[in-house]
């Protein structure tokens, strides 16, 4: 199982673990009918026991497989773009929910055009303020979409 | 039905003037533009045409939005082929065979075959409409909760088909899919779910999930293997755009399939027209004699749900014009108009306003043919302009799924949900979980869960309402057939092949 694949899994099993434990407090059915907690909680332990399934079928694998198929690893400098790119995005929706959404974007559109997509910053910055411009005449002036 | 053809020339000889055809030609390109835009659908569109149709007189008014409604439906599929970026769900299957053409080269391609099938399909689902529509609504009103569910049911059984090699990973998306659709409240008993902040008290928003999982996973998924498109430089060849007869012959079939498809389950409120792009996939899947290619960008996978998507807008108009029963968020927004125009939707609809009814109508016919060659026209734009920024189509992409997910609620709240997602889809990519259960799961889900307790009430608690009631117990039935089926014709061709291979 590659690294990724494990935190997706754990990912998924800490949203289930949540949900079933919140699931507990819900009503889980009556004579009648079905409460609202009958769909997640059963949902939330069938996702545990695919994930504990997965998990279990990796391990048998990798036990089985002799060492020479061990499954390769994943390079950390493909990854490390991805991850900067998504704290980044992170930071630029913080500041647009402290007013605008257009000049975090453009923040961001210039960083993703010159530092990862390896344009030079001039090229980056007219490109990207082309694309606000159009972004804004559309959603803002036309469809009057408050962006500012 | 020579009554409906008296009733439809009377409908164009109302429309057939300068002012209702430039109109319904504009209501089409702006339906166009608008549907291509992320975070923007039917609804969105028809919204912000209503106050233009105050003061217009009623058959113009109701031209311009059924336009705007069919325009929206074609403009849906082209960042899905472009960008893979759906705006709607009945769009994410779109994606699924577009964009692979697209990465091939053949965006074009795919952009004029969907223009074609939707053509087809559109110019069905009016056929069905203008011919058929009293009668498909009369047995429309004996389905109940028990046969809905059951109708969703089998859209989600669809999952096994979309479940590509591993059934267990596949399993694992639908039921993470189910849990992510039970956030906020719950219809039947009013009870708020997992409202871990006020925004999730209306659930997770939809779109907002479409945007993150296939737009920002892919520029995430695109950065880690350093993806550089070449798309060739822009070209105003329309031989690149429009498609060969030898695909549109190639696709003829699963275009027609797809239009019945999409016309008929298309009546259902609530996800007609995405449980019908699903169900026409799986049977074009199921009959291909090359299932291999799907997912890879082919062509009966692409023009099929295309034809049901555009078939199933005159049939969710079916149950709108002669029930008053709105299927959609756009047909409900149709539903006010109508009522804002002083009419009265229901049974009664047709009989009172009629001349308004069939007016719309043709105006729907108009809509389509200008919008084949409208969209046919666009499509060099529309590529050129991704060619013209393919080198920066990460921040495009981006800024579009930005301000797409901000345009849901206007805050900020939907982008941190197209983020989360794009996070999950980029890892659900990479590691080669499919996408299409999480996603069918999402949207059928709820639908599904309320249909189920609402029959379970209706029968007391008692489970044989789903076999008492004889529309429920034949779709019980085909759908068992069905399964039987599809089992005996695979261990068939797998007891062929090793007689052949000896």
């Avoid at chain 1, 690294?3 to 990912?11: C, D, K, N, T, W």
């Avoid at chain 2, 659908?41 to 336009?67: N, Q, V, Y």
């Amino acid at each position: 199982m590659k690294p990724s694949e494990i935190v997706l899994l754990a990912g998924l099993a800490v949203f289930s673990g949540v949900l079933l434990w919140n699931g507990l407090d819900m009503p889980y059915g009556s004579a009648q009918s079905f409460g609202p907690g009958y769909i997640p909680l059963n949902i939330a332990v069938v996702t545990l026991v695919l994930i504990a399934l997965l998990a279990a079928r990796a391990l048998a694998a990798r036990r089985s497989a002799p060492p020479a198929q061990a499954i390769p690893g994943e390079s950390l400098g493909a990854v490390l773009p991805v991850v900067a790119v998504i704290v980044l995005m992170a930071a630029a929706i913080y500041a647009m929910s402290l007013g605008s959404v257009l000049a975090p974007l453009g923040v961001l559109m210039v960083l993703l055009s010159w530092r990862f997509a390896g344009h030079p910053p001039l090229k980056s910055l007219f490109v990207s303020a082309a694309i606000l411009a159009v972004i804004y005449a559309i959603f803002s002036l036309w469809l009057k979409i408050p962006l500012i | 039905m020579l009554d409906a053809l008296t009733h439809l020339a009377g409908g164009f000889a109302e429309v057939l003037t300068v002012y209702n055809i430039v109109l319904i030609f504009f209501a089409g390109m702006i339906g166009t533009v608008v549907g291509a835009l992320p975070g923007l659908g039917p609804s969105a569109g028809i919204a912000l045409m209503l106050p233009l149709t105050f003061g217009m007189p009623h058959a113009s008014g109701l031209c311009l939005l059924t336009g705007v409604y069919m325009g929206t439906m074609y403009g849906g599929r082209i960042t899905s082929i472009l960008i893979n970026t759906p705006g709607d769900a009945p769009a994410i299957v779109t994606a699924m065979e577009g964009y692979p053409m697209m990465r091939r080269g053949q965006g074009g391609l795919a952009l004029g075959l969907s223009a074609v099938s939707s053509f087809v399909g559109g110019f069905f689902g009016l056929l069905v409409l203008i011919f058929f529509a009293p009668v498909v609504s009369s047995y429309a009103i004996y389905l109940g909760a028990p046969e809905y569910f059951l109708l969703m049911l089998l859209g989600l059984s669809t999952i096994i088909l979309l479940a590509g090699e591993d059934l267990v990973k596949a399993l694992l998306m639908a039921c993470v899919g189910v849990l992510v659709s039970t956030f906020g409240s719950d219809y039947i008993s009013g009870h708020i779910r997992f409202a871990f902040t006020p925004e999730l008290i209306e659930g997770i928003d939809f779109v907002a999930i479409i945007i993150g999982l296939y737009g920002l996973g892919e520029v995430f998924y695109n950065l880690e293997q350093r993806t550089r498109l070449d798309l060739g430089r822009p070209s105003f060849n329309l031989r690149e755009y429009i498609p060969p007869a030898s695909t549109l012959k190639e696709s003829s079939g699963a275009t027609l399939r797809g239009s019945v498809i999409g016309t008929v389950i298309g009546i259902l409120p609530g996800a007609g027209a995405t449980v019908a792009t699903f169900l026409e996939y799986a049977l074009e899947r199921r009959i291909s004699r090359k299932p291999e290619e799907f997912g890879n960008g082919a062509i009966a996978g692409l023009a099929g749900p295309e034809a049901s998507n555009n078939a199933s807008v005159p049939g969710s108009l079916i149950p709108l014009i002669t029930l008053g029963i709105p299927g959609s968020g756009g047909t409900a927004i149709m539903l006010g108009a109508l009522i804002m125009f002083g009419l009265q939707p229901g049974p009664l609809l047709m009989i009172k306003s009629g001349d308004v009814v069939w007016a719309m109508i043709a105006g729907l016919v108009l809509a389509n043919v200008f919008l084949l060659f409208s969209n046919v026209l666009l499509i060099p734009v529309f590529v050129n302009l991704l060619r013209s920024v393919q080198g920066h189509l990460a921040s495009v992409v981006v800024a579009l799924c930005v301000v797409g997910a901000f345009s849901l609620a206007y805050n900020s709240f939907n982008i941190w949900v197209a983020l989360v997602f794009g996070i999950l889809g980029y890892l659900m990519k990479k590691c080669d979980y499919p996408t299409g259960p999480f996603i069918l799961a999402v949207v059928l889900a709820p639908l599904a869960e309320n249909y189920f307790r609402q029959s379970i009430m209706l029968g007391q608690g008692d489970w044989s309402i789903f076999v008492d009631r004889p529309i429920s117990l034949g779709i019980i039935v085909a759908m068992v057939a069905t399964g039987i089926l599809g089992l005996v014709t695979k261990r068939f061709i797998k007891s062929r092949k090793p007689a052949a291979r000896a």
